[in-house]
């Protein structure tokens, strides 16, 4: 029961922290610019990143997954907070949390269509 009640938590703890994130975009949109933004959120996240890695002593990734972790760090470290960004210059940060919150549906129907995937049953 502990990890349950532990995964909860985590779950909750990663909710609130994304939560803060696009208010704190639109906040910053009206300083910085969003090429400006989208750099600095990518370098923090980068030196972070690596110190985690040499921290940990973590063995790097196999040269055949170089390309696809390279799309989706495009999308996830660029694509993302850039567009958002973007957009956050022009509307509120409530009406894009709501596009926002969509996403995941997005993703399932994505998944759906392009990888054939199914839900399992109940």
């Known amino acids: 029961m502990r ?12 909710v609130l922290i994304f939560s803060g994130s696009l208010p704190a975009t639109r906040v910053a949109v009206g300083s910085f610019g969003p090429l400006f933004l989208t750099s600095a959120r990518a370098v923090i996240a980068a030196l972070l ?4 890695l040499l921290l940990l002593r973590q063995n790097r990734p196999p ?3 170089l390309r696809s972790l390279t799309v989706v760090a495009s999308g996830v470290v660029i694509g993302f907070p850039l567009l958002t960004a973007l957009a956050l210059q022009h509307i509120t940060s ?6 926002t919150g969509m996403l995941p549906l997005a993703t399932a129907v994505f998944g759906v269509l392009r990888g054939g995937e199914r839900p399992k049953p109940a």
């Open 94 to 99: 409530a009406r894009s949390i709501v596009f």
């Open 3 to 14: 990890r349950r009640t532990d995964g909860w938590g985590q779950g909750l703890l990663g």
């Open 63 to 65: 040269g055949s997954d």
């Open 49 to 52: 990143g690596a110190g985690l």
